[in-house]
């Protein structure tokens, strides 16, 4: 297993694939058939979330170190081709609304990998603040979409 340190799956007491954090909080996420996911320019530092196309990791920027989330959605996870285009178009449609506009998290970046059939794409990370997360260490403290912080500044003013 030549995973890099920082995305290697620990393993629970039964020495069963851990993707992070406490084992019943362990998601159960589709993974990538032929291997592990990769972003350019991005260290995937662990598994934080997913849905039924993907998965959302912690990633750390190689150039500035600024931590964000990355979603891999795979192809595997769709009937046929069209939906995943479709997917794939409207998540590029979509990319410059999110920087317009401050109720949405903005993607920064978006790609795919034809090969390994997945596409990514960065987007801010926002942290729910009521409750405690397990990469409070890594993230700035208090971490929320520019939208609420917006709010919240417009009410101490």
């Not at 662990?46 to 192809?75: M, N, P």
């Not at 109720?103 to 920064?108: D, E, G, K, V």
Request: proline share 9%.
């Amino acid at each position: 297993m030549n995973q890099p340190e920082a995305i290697r799956p620990q393993t629970d007491a039964e020495g069963s694939p851990s993707w992070g954090g406490p084992p019943a909080k362990a998601p159960s996420l589709p993974r990538a058939p032929t291997g592990l996911s990769t972003v350019p320019d991005y260290d995937l530092l662990r598994c934080i979330g997913g849905s039924a196309y993907g998965d959302v990791w912690l990633a750390r920027s190689k150039a500035t170190g600024v931590l964000r989330a990355a979603k891999i959605v795979w192809r595997h996870t769709f009937e046929d081709d069209r939906p995943f285009r479709r997917e794939f178009e409207g998540i590029q449609r979509f990319e410059k609304i999110s920087r317009e506009h401050p109720s949405q998290l903005a993607l920064f970046h978006i790609g795919r990998n034809e090969a390994d059939r997945y596409f990514y794409y960065v987007m801010e990370l926002a942290d729910n603040l009521d409750t405690a997360t397990d990469y409070d260490q890594l993230a700035p403290p208090h971490r929320q979409p520019r939208a609420n912080a917006d709010e919240r500044s417009a009410k101490d003013h």
